[in-house]
């Protein structure tokens, strides 16, 4: 059988390492299709139910392997589905190849069904974007596409009309009339660790160790530097704080850490932020600046890999453009270690505190659940290297506090376009790629409805993720950001009685069950885990738990009460539930 453009394409796939594609088949890569058929035995085609779960799949792979994530759909409608994923993947820099169709190359122009011109559409999000014309430019163009998305940590696409998919793999059909030749490749990428100058070095260390009460900031970026992290800031008797897609880099209720920062973190981090001189920036271009110091308050030290992602935030006095754990391990060696650790010691003694209060919101006889009840569940019995996805909302708030980061744990969340809906998807693609792993999606209902077909690809798939549902019948997130406006909720709840989502987890073969008395979430919650193949707990909790920042500011408590005073509904129900909590915390 001659081989076609098609299988040309997934043939180069694997010879670049590629074992998994995540799409939905449509006549418009039929071609395409054909050639993931005839590499079946070294590349599988995971079928889902929605093309924006495909690209969100393709990017939590990448995000938890580091390997490229690899997604197609068909043209026109299917292209266009797979970009709020893709937009996913460029923000937080995971490498992505997406493959679309294109109606055939005779009709273009001619306002054919279908006929949406994705390079065009993807201009923005690709950072490598090309429609194929001809089967000579394969494979070299494959191997720019995907040597541009390892080396940049981006996404790429590649659209193919159908009749170029089904084409003989070595046609030649016109006449060479330029001196140039077709792309010519190999699928290799070097991508030797970055280190950083010498001089710039040398400064970072003057700064530091000058720096009387210094501070780290830590981001994703540091994700394979824990042990470096951890050494420089005991040299320095440093605090570490955690951007919240960076809550893996340091275990939680390790004594160097304050926890998170901003709107999800912790008080002790944030009143850091507000005494520190000094900030190691590494990893991280944090976007929250009114969480940050003031600019000229510190003197700012940061390590980026992305010369550009540097002082995007503050104004720095020396900017190190190398590997995180690279240039750490350059610098560990010409600090001098400090000797007064007395503003340590203090972050310690409040980041003990913290940790105290936290645990004590999981209160255990409180109708309804407490969401923080439901993760603490949930992290308690969790394995030590168990994954955990997370959608955006609330449940990013409740996660952030209340699931620790220990052994060999992750975790996973759209950090930079804190879209709804990717924490299912992100489990099935973890789930595959970690076989024998716990992977536990941690959604909301709000985002849990929008992509919940993909519990049936679970199944399906014979994938035994758990799905935590925390079940508000509300936009949470949404409706606390409205009061911290200082207006009253509007249109954010749904009309009762609740979903019941552990319903449809049975239909599609799956274990579901619905909770809602406090008394029965830990045997719930135990018996998910336990379950050999996919599992679903849906659980009530209290919809008027107000996600408290850390540290309370004026002008958030001036929006609240101005929200009530407004006629904010369900307040006497919300005063109870902050007073409830405050009372537990002072026991504590």
Not at 15 to 31: A, R
Not at 112 to 128: C, M, S
Not at 147 to 160: D, E, G, M
Not at 571 to 588: C, E, G, P, W, Y
């Amino acid at each position: 059988m001659r081989e076609i453009v098609g299988e040309a394409l997934a043939k180069r796939l694997v010879d670049w390492g590629v074992d998994t594609v995540f799409g939905l088949p449509g006549d418009g890569i039929n071609g395409l299709m054909e050639g993931f058929r005839r590499q079946r035995e070294r590349l599988r085609f995971v079928l889902v139910h929605h093309e924006e779960a495909a690209a969100f799949m393709a990017t939590g792979y990448a995000k938890a392997t580091g390997r490229l994530g690899v997604c197609a759909a068909t043209s026109g409608p299917g292209a266009i589905h797979l970009l709020n994923g893709l937009y996913d993947a460029k923000l937080d820099h995971a490498p992505v190849l997406a493959l679309t169709g294109m109606q055939e190359t005779s009709v273009l122009g001619s306002l054919y069904q279908q006929e949406v011109h994705t390079p065009q559409l993807y201009e923005n999000v690709a950072a490598y974007n090309l429609m194929v014309t001809n089967p000579q430019q394969l494979p070299g163009v494959v191997d720019i596409a995907i040597r541009t998305a390892l080396a940049k940590r981006t996404v790429v696409h590649l659209s193919f009309p159908n009749d170029i998919q089904v084409a003989e793999a070595s046609a030649d059909p016109y006449r060479h009339v330029s001196p140039g030749k077709p792309p010519v490749s190999s699928p290799v990428l070097s991508r030797p660790p970055v280190p950083a100058a010498h001089d710039e070095l040398d400064r970072a260390a003057q700064v530091l160790s000058e720096g009387g009460k210094v501070a780290m900031l830590v981001g994703i970026g540091a994700r394979d530097a824990r042990d470096e992290v951890l050494a420089v800031a005991d040299c320095l008797a440093a605090p570490i704080v955690k951007t919240l897609s960076g809550k893996q880099v340091v275990p939680d209720e390790h004594p160097l850490t304050t926890g998170g920062l901003g709107l999800l973190g912790t008080k002790p981090s944030e009143e850091l932020m507000e005494e520190c001189d000094t900030l190691l920036m590494v990893g991280t271009c944090f976007p929250y600046a009114s969480y940050l110091p003031a600019p000229g308050k510190v003197r700012v030290v940061q390590i980026d890999r992305e010369a550009s992602r540097i002082g995007l935030r503050l104004p720095v006095e020396v900017a190190l453009a190398a590997d995180a754990r690279t240039a750490l391990r350059q610098l560990l060696p010409l600090l001098n270690p400090t000797a007064d650790r007395s503003f340590l010691e203090k972050y310690q003694r409040g980041s003990a505190e913290w940790r105290t209060s936290m645990k004590a919101l999981r209160d255990p006889s409180r109708h309804p659940i407490a969401p923080s009840y439901f993760m603490g569940c949930i992290d308690e019995l969790a394995a030590d290297d168990a994954i955990l996805t997370c959608d955006s909302g609330t449940i990013a708030t409740w996660s952030a506090r209340h699931w620790t980061i220990r052994g060999g744990r992750e975790y996973y969340l759209s950090g930079n376009l804190a879209t709804m809906a990717p924490g299912l998807p992100y489990a099935i693609a973890m789930q595959h790629a970690f076989p024998g792993r716990q992977v536990i999606a941690f959604v909301g209902d709000g985002g849990f409805a929008m992509l919940m077909a993909e519990f049936l690809t679970a199944a399906r798939h014979d994938l035994p993720i758990k799905v935590m549902v925390n079940n508000n019948n509300s936009y949470g997130q949404i409706l606390w950001e409205q009061i911290l406006l200082g207006y009253p909720e509007y249109a954010v709840r749904h009309r009762e009685p609740e979903a019941d989502f552990s319903g449809w987890a049975r239909s599609c073969g799956g274990y579901g069950v619905k909770v809602t008395d406090p008394g029965r979430l830990p045997d719930a919650v135990r018996e998910a885990l336990a379950h050999p193949g996919p599992a679903l707990v849906d659980c009530s909790v209290n919809p008027n738990e107000p996600p408290m920042p850390g540290k309370v500011r004026y002008e958030q408590a001036k929006e609240f009460t101005e929200a009530f005073l407004r006629g904010q509904p369900h307040r006497i129900a919300t005063f109870a539930t902050v007073a409830r909590d405050k009372i537990n915390q002072l026991r504590s």
